[in-house]
């Protein structure tokens, strides 16, 4: 069927304030693919569309309401394993890294109680309640590694997350775990008395 006019309408929000921002009309029966093309939404924000098919004479169709979103997006990646902390040092530390897009404002990480996190290679470790602020350029955050330790100051079994969140509510979590105990130093003692010889371990 020819002459069947699409017109697509759209609005900032979902019920309401509905605008038509183009029309194209069918010239013959054959031609089934149109375009309509539209800026994306600004970072933070969406769209919503919906379009109306028309023909004189006939009844109108509206298609279901569409949502394209420039959300902000925070992403990790990497998992860490479980840390072992010796007591009195700090575990190994692991890396994971930290992006995102469309944001409107910092990437804020705050570390879990006797965690720590690093977003410079280790040079500079913060503990809770202080927390690290990565800064998009132009609504993207690049790839930042963060790398994280255990350093608690008692012997125990401990689980938590690092907390990410920026503008818009958006929160994101990275679960950390680990075990902080005692543990024998690798170093050993010789001696000899006669013929024997005693191995004996150090403990810290």
């Known amino acids: 069927m020819d002459q069947i006019k699409y017109e697509l309408y759209r609005s900032a929000v979902r019920n309401s ?22 800026v994306l939404p600004a970072a933070g924000t969406s769209y919503f569309y919906y379009l109306v098919g028309s023909k004189a004479g006939y009844a109108s169709h509206l298609t279901d309401t569409v949502e394209i979103s420039s959300v902000p997006t925070i992403i990790t990646a990497g998992i860490l394993q479980s840390f072992i902390q010796n007591l009195g040092t ?7 890294t930290v992006s995102g897009e469309n944001l409107t404002g910092n990437v804020v990480l705050t570390p879990p ?28 955050l690049a790839a930042t590694t963060i790398a994280v330790r255990l350093n608690a100051t008692a012997a125990g079994t401990y689980t938590d997350s690092i907390m990410l969140v920026t503008g818009g509510g958006i929160t994101k979590y990275i679960k950390v775990q680990g075990v902080t105990a005692v543990i024998a130093s690798s170093s050993i003692s010789l001696c000899c008395t006669g013929h024997l010889l005693l191995i004996i371990p150090t403990a810290r």
């Open 17 to 38: 304030g509905y605008a038509k921002i183009g029309e194209v009309t069918a010239t013959n029966d054959t031609a089934i693919n149109f375009q309509l093309t539209d």
């Open 90 to 96: 700090p575990s190994d530390p692991q890396n994971v």
């Open 113 to 140: 109680v006797n965690f720590e996190i690093s977003s410079n290679g280790g040079t500079t470790w913060v503990a809770n309640p202080t927390t690290i602020s990565l800064t998009p350029t132009a609504n993207i």
